[in-house]
């Protein structure tokens, strides 16, 4: 007995040593897909930079030290953290998406304590993959851009990755649909709010001061928040959507009339997808609009983890190509046979050829409803620049239905818009433009615009952005000549527009 | 822990076989205290996973815990023995560049745990039974299981959040080689040099990122005890 009571003691030890401790616990998991819900409660850190280290982050490379003269040197370090959230799809169903939460750090007062919050819209991307929380990824410029611009000069920055890209459950990208998009960042910006109290710095808290902002598609979205947030009656204290398709209606009619646009063949795809899977009257079958070369796998081209080079070589996209360049003729009608024409102007030029993307069948259907039932900013602008009245084609009905001009609505708090008056992707007079003569009777200073490629006027707080702006162009000429420029332009605007958002933002 | 209970199990049913048969002598049954002097001879793979820079390894120092063993005697030259170290907490620190971002890292204490490991050999003693001084060698196998796995503030600094640890258990060999002193019929001295084979999987989950790598090591115990037969 007595051996065996010594062989059970060891084996009783062995189990209560096994018994003995917890293991650690990660992040709480979200059981709700209510919108805006954070799914993991902390959100995970992907990377914490002090103001030197960001700054010798920026100082590594050309663009980052071209940024860090324009954004000023950081006064706070950032917390990079990637959120995940519940939103919903544009038919209501709950989807999951995910972006960034850049929260200031350090000692400075601007960098602690209740701090306002810049909700920020991204341009297009390609990139299935894109994460704008991860700064570590050199390909991320924009997600550099405003954490030097914004977060670190003490604003708490929330960045969506929109549904369709990242770890999203979504399969396509609703591009440039408003009302979902605009429930995406208001999502994003609910889960952030969750997730700051539980963040390594949770003595930096939102301060309720609220800014909107956003660049090219992320411009568009900036201005449908600010409508959302308006309807649900919490307008922000300030908005600066730059470079946006916010007329979209009248952006995609002077496409359709033969000035297109750069990125035409890329944005394309995105837009009909979208438009089809929200709405499902834009095509039957995909050769209902593209041609049969590419029309087969459009529908899930993009975003895609193929680098858009890659699908331009592959052949699964031309490159400039949106129509043909034997444009259709309309019997009996020589002036829209004659506006069709490949024009003159060698940039829009550059969207015909063969092969190419969009037949000339729907070009026409396209066209013939544009003809019929204008909008009032294309081709020639007419008083109020109103909305097609009756519009009966499936993608004007969509762009019509996603213009910002939709709605009756006018801001509620101050707005800067800002862009570049040469941009060959996102047209500015036919954007930024029409939107100031669609709000022309509102009172002074409601509704501000910015063009940076304007004379700089003495005083203007603006002067230095449009300088640097002008400046920056001239270096692309004489760097790479008149062409070169002309393909950066709409990628040149953001920075400087970007400086001005926030030089904006500090009135308020 | 099914799988350690099966280790003890064939344990037990095999110094019940070689008990049959031995040349008895005049305590079957010894218990061993004394120390455990561990260096973890460690190699493992750099992290992987989302938002792991390259470069990024772990190292682990060496600990003391304390040593407790049950030794049957099966024959004249022929020992069972069953050892186990108090389970000592093990540090893991950072191996690599001095910082992740702005968070420091190399050698800096990641996460900690403490793992059981539980031992059977089989040990043959060399010279005659009744010779003070008998060396002796063993092999066996030895089961890891690891408790009170904690990423540590610093840990949850570098990895971006509170974050979970997971290591399978490992089953390996073990080996041992040693001398056997005896004062007197009851008691004992026992130094003995020990190795092992640990594999694991470390995999951490930070707000549902998971990062892993592959550890192996090789506990090199040196062990000082005293022995108290019956």
Redesign the interface.
Known sequence: M??TG??LG??V??GM???????????T?ATSNARGTL??D?????????AA?LQSQLSSTASGQQLAELAGTPVC?VDF??E?YWTVDPVGAPATASGALMVPTGTAAQCTGARPIVLYAHGTQTDKAFNIA?V?NTANTEGALIAAVFAAQGYIVVATNYTGYDTSSLSYHPFLNGDQQSKDMIDSLTAARAALPHS?TPATTDSGQLFVTGYSEGGYVAMATVKALQAAGTPPAASAPMSGPYALEALVDAVFYGNVNIGSTVLSPLLTTSYQRAYGNIYQYTTDVYEPAYAPNIESLLPSIMPVDTLFQQGKLPETALFNSTTPVIPGNPLLTAALAVPTNPVFAAGFGSPNLVTNDYRLSYVLDAAANPDGAVPVPQPGVPLAANPQQGLRKATNLNDMRNGNWVPMSPMLMCGGDQDPTVFFSVDTGTMQAHWAALPTGLVTVLDVNAPPTPGDPFAAVQAGFQQALANLIAAGGPQAAVESYHTTVAPFCTVAARGFFSQF | ?ER?TAV?SVA?LLSAAASVGRADSEY??T?RAGVYYLHYALSADDISGP?V?PGLNIDVPDVVTLY?A?VRKLSSHWDFE?A?G??PLTKTEGKGPA?????PYNGQVISTA?W?A?TVLFNYEFRDPSASLRPYVGVGINYT?F?????TAQGD?VS??????SLPDSVGPAATVGLVYRLTPRWSFYASYSASMVNARLTA?????IRTTHIEFWPLALVVSAGFS?
């Open positions: 007595i051996k010594c062989t060891v084996l030890m062995a040593l096994a018994a003995c401790g917890s293991d650690s616990s990660s992040a998991v799914i993991y902390p959100p995970l850190r992907i990377a914490s930079l002090t280290a370090g953290y990637y995940q991860d570590s390594f | 822990m350690m003890l037990a079957d049954n218990v938002y820079p407790l049950y069953f186990l108090y389970p910082t992740v971002g702005s968070v403490r059981v539980p299981h408790i009170d796995k904690q990423s600094a971006g959040g509170p974050t979970s640890i989950n930070t707000a549902g990122v019956f």
